[in-house]
C-alpha cells in the first residue's frame, strides 16, 4: 500500500512583542514569526516542517483557509520531489491567480510540507537526515548572531553581551552594521573584536544596507579586525552585480543568499561568482528538496554552505555535505524564543559545536507547551 498524508495541522508561532526590539540596519526583527506544518500519514508515521516569514504572515495563511490543503492531503510523503514540484508549480498557474494565491506564499508552503516530507522519509528508513543526505560528520560548527541595534544601546552593553556570549562558549560572533556612520560601526566591531579575542571567529551582517562606494570603505576599515566574512554588504537592487564588483576590491569573503526568493536566485550568485559562502535558508525557499542541490552546486563550485536561521534544522544539511561550514544560532531568548523552546530535545550546542541528534528524521521532538504557548491554530 502507498504511503499518504491522511491529516496536515497548520500553526502560526509568534513570539511576544518587546519594548526594546531588536533591530538590523533598517528594519526590526521579529522574534518569531514561522508556519509549523504537521503531516500525519495512513501509516501512522508524522512530520513536522517550518517557513520562516520576515513579513506579515496573513498571505500564507489565507492560501491554507483557500484550500492548498486539497493538494497535500492524499499525496505520498515518500516522493518529496514530486510534492514539492506540484506544490511550486502553482506560482506560475492561472489557479493562483485566481485564488489569490502569492507566490511568495506558495514558495514559503511548500518549503514547510517538503521539510515535513523529509523527517517522514528519515524515520521511515530509521536514519536521521544528515545520514540519509550524506553523512559527512555528526557535528557541526556553529554561531551566535549578536551586537543587534536597540535602543539605548551602546557601546558598554555590547562589550557586556559579548562577555556573556563569550561565557556561554561560543567560538564564532556575528555582529550587526550598517544602521550607523561607518565610524560609529567600526567603533562597535572593535569592541567585539577586543572582547572575543583574536582566537575566536567575528563574522559581519550589513542586511543589505549599503551601496557600493560605501561597501568598499567599509570593507577597508574593517580588514584589520580580521572578519571571517562581509554578509550581504549591498543593496538589494543589484547586489548580484555589485558583490562581485565588491568582491574584486576585497580579501574579506563575502557571503549571501537569505534574500533570495528561489534556488535559482541562489544559483545567480554562485553564477556571478560574486561570494565564497551561500546563506541560503531551506525553511523560506525549497526545502531539503532545493536544499539538498544548493549544497552540491556550492562543492562544485568551491563555495561553502552557511545557512541562514533555525540551525536545529539546518544542521541535517550542513552536516552532510563536505560543503558544510556553519549553521546560525540564536542563544538569546527574548531574540528567538523558538530555539529555546520548541523542542523538547534540541541539539547540544557546546564549545562552539552543535551535536546532531541520533534520531530518525529531523530528530527532533516538538514541545506541547511551546506550541501551545507561541501557536495559534490555522487548520
Known amino acids: 500500500m502507498t504511503m499518504k498524508i491522511t491529516e496536515l495541522d497548520v500553526f502560526l508561532l509568534r513570539g511576544p512583542e518587546t519594548d526594546r526590539p531588536h533591530w538590523v540596519s533598517h528594519f526590526i526583527v521579529p522574534t518569531a514569526n514561522e508556519l509549523l506544518v504537521r503531516l500525519r500519514t495512513n501509516e501512522g508515521v508524522e512530520g513536522f516542517g517550518l517557513a520562516t516569514s520576515y513579513t506579515n504572515a496573513e498571505p500564507i495563511l489565507d492560501v491554507f ?7 497535500i492531503v492524499g499525496a505520498n510523503p515518500l516522493a518529496p520531489e514530486r510534492l ?33 516530507c523529509w523527517d517522514i522519509m528519515g524515520k521511515v528508513a530509521g536514519l536521521p537526515l544528515y545520514q540519509l543526505f550524506g553523512g559527512y560528520r555528526d557535528k557541526v560548527p556553529c554561531y551566535v548572531t549578536c551586537a543587534y541595534y ?35 560601526d567600526m567603533e562597535r566591531l572593535a569592541v567585539v573584536r577586543e572582547v572575543i579575542g583574536d582566537d575566536n571567529d567575528m563574522m559581519v551582517d550589513v542586511n543589505r544596507a549599503w551601496d557600493l562606494e560605501t561597501a568598499t570603505e567599509a570593507a577597508r576599515l574593517m580588514e584589520p579586525l580580521r572578519p571571517l566574512w562581509l554578509e ?11 558583490l562581485k564588483l565588491l568582491s574584486q576590491r576585497t580579501k574579506i569573503p563575502l557571503s549571501a543568499g537569505e534574500s533570495e526568493l528561489t534556488s535559482y536566485g541562489c544559483r545567480s550568485l ?21 536544499g539538498r542541490k544548493m549544497a552540491a552546486l556550492c562543492e562544485l563550485n568551491h563555495v561553502q554552505v552557511t545557512p541562514h536561521h533555525d540551525c536545529f534544522i ?18 538569546d531568548p527574548e531574540r528567538d524564543p523558538l530555539q529555546a523552546e520548541l523542542f523538547e530535545n534540541p541539539p547540544k550546542i557546546e564549545d562552539g559545536w552543535l551535536t ?11 514541545s506541547v507547551d511551546a506550541l501551545a504557548k507561541y501557536g495559534t491554530r490555522i487548520l
Open 314 to 331: 539546518h544542521a541535517q544539511l550542513v552536516a552532510s555535505t563536505p560543503a558544510g561550514c556553519f549553521v546560525e544560532a540564536f542563544t
Open 356 to 366: 546532531l541528534n541520533d534520531a530518525p528524521g529531523l530528530g527532533l521532538t516538538l
Open 150 to 184: 536597540r535602543d539605548g544601546k551602546d557601546l558598554a552593553e555590547i562589550r557586556d553581551e559579548m562577555e556573556t556570549l563569550k561565557a556561554q562558549g561560543h567560538h564564532g560572533f556575528k555582529a550587526k552594521v550598517g544602521g550607523l556612520s561607518l565610524q560609529e
Open 65 to 71: 483557509r483557500s484550500g492548498i490543503g486539497e493538494r
Open 270 to 290: 554562485l553564477e556571478e561568482q560574486a561570494i565564497q559562502i551561500l546563506q541560503f535558508d531551506c525553511t523560506m525557499f525549497g526545502g531539503f528538496t532545493e
Open 232 to 242: 550581504e554588504p549591498l543593496r538589494w537592487a543589484d547586489d548580484r552585480r555589485e
Open 84 to 116: 514539492y514540484e506540484d506544490l511550486f508549480s502553482l506560482t506560475s498557474t492561472r489557479l493562483a491567480h485566481e485564488k489569490g494565491w502569492g507566490r511568495e506564499a506558495l514558495v514559503r508552503i511548500s518549503s514547510a510540507i517538503d521539510i515535513a
